[in-house]
């Protein structure tokens, strides 16, 4: 059996970014006899301006594209870990790329590449928590944010959320893994902008049906 991927719109409305600034130094303070590490601050999705960048958006679209021909049968140059090498440029540059930065096509252009990158667990884990604080501020898909928790949960082999992984079995799609509290995932996938669980594996049925012929 395989996992399916599907490859969602993104959902989010978009909202203005907000601003934020370190603290400064108290005044005054003695400077230290030995001169601390210097530690790079994590990326932000706040570092992404608000301002479109009609570059970065097509080098993310055609990343896509790549990744698309690459699993539809017509081999490329570039490999997964070099999409995702070049997606951790971009975030340690820009942050997440938000709608603001790259639309919404390239927004979700940078979620597939992120949802592909499982050879690197700890940059999934990364872009999970980019997402999400792209997600409060508006600036992202929740539905794509659904998906890459899910994905990341399913390597682990723990239960998902939202059901958005499944294998096609002898009878049909199934989940990769058994969903955590059940009863309330319609309200998850309503909340993330997901069709019901239901009507998605009914689409799966189609697909599942198509991959065995």
């Known amino acids: 059996m395989r996992t399916l991927l599907r490859v969602l719109p993104p959902l989010a409305a978009m909202l ?71 997606l951790k440029d971009i975030i340690h540059t820009h942050g997440w790329p938000t709608f603001g930065l790259v639309g919404r096509d390239g927004e979700n252009a940078a979620w597939a590449i992120a949802q592909h990158s499982d050879l690197d667990p700890a940059f999934q884990q990364q872009a999970i928590d980019l997402l999400r604080e792209a997600v409060a501020i508006g600036q992202a898909s929740p539905g794509n944010l659904a998906y890459l928790q899910d994905r990341v949960t399913v390597a682990k082999g723990e239960p998902q959320l939202y059901g958005t992984q499944v294998r096609c079995g002898p009878d049909g799609p199934v989940p990769a893994t058994p969903i955590r509290d059940e009863p309330g995932v319609e309200q998850r996938r309503a909340q993330a902008g997901l069709p019901t669980l239901a009507s998605y594996l009914a689409e799966m049925t189609t697909i599942c049906a198509q991959d065995v012929d």
Do not use: I, W, Y
Not at 39 to 44: A, C, E, L, Q, R
Not at 46 to 57: D, E, Y
């Open 16 to 86: 203005a970014l907000s601003a934020c600034t370190d603290p400064a130094e108290p005044a005054g303070t003695a400077p230290s006899l030995t001169a601390p590490p210097v530690v790079t601050p994590p990326p932000s999705v706040t570092r992404s301006p608000a301002v479109f960048n009609k570059a970065l958006h097509d080098e993310l679209v055609a990343m896509l594209a790549r990744d698309q021909a690459d699993r539809g049968g017509t081999p490329q140059t570039e490999t997964d870990q070099a999409r995702t090498a070049r």
